[in-house]
């Protein structure tokens, strides 16, 4: 689970299904400790010396100690964790992370210490049920003093580990049948988001030392500010989007192998007139949630504080100040584009072809990610393998409005 690189699929099913037995575990082991604390356990034999009495009571002990904090501490590296990525219990519902680490600046760090304790912690629970496995065979094969037969499960508890073996059964089951794109909350890449043509590769590059630039606006636009932006002048163009026929999509690059995803919900506001270019204005807003690439790992960190953070910014948005001419049927727009609380102003290079009352632009722009804060974290910038150029394409279909 560990070593898989990231792009094989599979990996991001094996930590969920990880987690999901970590939490059951943690669970189970908590009723267990209350039942443990109404409940008398069985005398221990009067012959048996009193330190082999108090290491019988001390490894029982320890054992739901570590059952019950190793979980635990599996829960915290996924809640401090800066990749952000949420837990599906058997992919039946989501588990919220730990609320304690909202504070922390540097979580891998912290990340770091939890895998550590997390690892030692689960090898002690393997050398303890060795010991204990072998104490109790010697209590029965050797001693031969009843120890072991008073541990054996009496009839109910047996239905009772049938039930809790056959409902993870089940969970496991449900799990593996259902639909990747279900279990991470996203959506398959349209085929029309396919790229016939390998782009150009994109070359990881280490991180500017200013990730954020010189023009910069704390937060997008204001409803107000966008309408008087987009109020029509007379008798301009408006142009009608039929999203069903066009597309959003972008393309990196991770551990050198290119990959491609796309945006499902965008709208675009399109005020054009190739005769009046001083007056025309463009605004797109697209919903980041809904970004998906087809890899189930992928896409459950996209939406994470470290990304799109889409909790607190569910939108991007690029608003053009001035479109210009390039000659024939291409143009350049000028505008800001904003991606959390992140803007700068770009060029937008794009060819327009107008045949009646229909229209159709493409264009393509390339842009750095950490320009906008997202994966700048140094486990994004080096061990991850996440490029930091990505280029972001668009064919919009579109009918003049009466």
């Not at 390998?198 to 204001?222: D, F, K, R």
């Amino acid at each position: 689970m560990h070593n898989l690189p990231n792009s094989a699929s599979i990996k991001f099913d094996f930590y969920q299904l990880h987690k999901s037995f970590g939490l059951s575990i943690l669970a189970l082991t908590t009723l267990r400790l209350v039942w443990r604390l109404t409940h008398k356990t069985p005398p221990l034999p009067a012959a048996m010396p009193a330190w082999q009495k108090a290491a019988a009571r001390g490894t029982h002990w320890a054992f739901y100690a570590l059952l019950f904090v190793t979980p635990l501490v599996g829960w915290a590296i996924v809640s401090v964790s800066p990749k952000d990525i949420p837990t599906f219990w058997f992919g039946l519902f989501s588990v919220p992370h730990l609320p304690f680490f909202d504070g922390v600046i540097d979580r891998s760090a912290v990340e770091d210490v939890f895998e550590e304790g997390h690892e030692f912690l689960a090898f002690a629970i393997l050398g303890l049920l060795a010991l204990h496995v072998g104490a109790a065979l010697k209590h029965g094969f050797i001693n031969r003093d009843g120890v072991l037969r008073s541990m054996a499960p009496k009839f109910g508890a047996l239905i009772g580990m049938l039930v809790i073996f056959g409902g993870l059964g089940v969970a496991v089951s449900h799990y593996l049948t259902a639909a990747p794109s279900a279990t991470a909350q996203t959506a398959p890449v349209e085929p029309a988001l396919i790229i016939e043509a390998e782009p150009e590769p994109v070359v990881l590059t280490e991180a500017p030392e200013n990730v954020v630039g010189a023009e910069i606006s704390p937060t997008e636009p204001s409803p107000a500010q966008i309408e008087t932006t987009l109020a029509a002048p007379e008798k301009l163009m408006r142009w009608s989007v039929d999203y069903d026929a066009s597309w959003l999509r972008f393309i990196g690059e991770e551990n050198g192998r290119t990959f491609e995803g796309g945006f499902s919900d965008f709208s675009a506001e399109i005020l054009f007139d190739p005769d009046r270019l001083s007056e025309s204005k463009i605004r797109v807003k697209v919903q980041t949630a809904t970004a998906s690439t087809g890899d189930a790992l992928r896409d459950a960190t996209i939406p994470g504080k470290e990304w799109f953070d889409t909790k607190q910014y569910p939108s991007a948005t690029f608003v053009s100040t001035d479109i210009r001419a390039l000659g024939g049927n291409a143009y350049e727009a000028n505008g800001a584009l904003t991606i959390k609380d992140v803007s700068h102003n770009i060029v937008l290079p794009f060819t327009l072809n107008i045949e009646g009352e229909q229209a159709i632009a493409t264009g393509t722009v390339d842009l750095l990610r950490t320009d906008f804060g997202l994966g700048v974290a140094e486990s994004w910038l080096g061990d991850e393998g996440i490029a930091l150029n990505v280029r972001v394409e668009f064919d919009i279909k579109a009918a003049r409005e009466p």
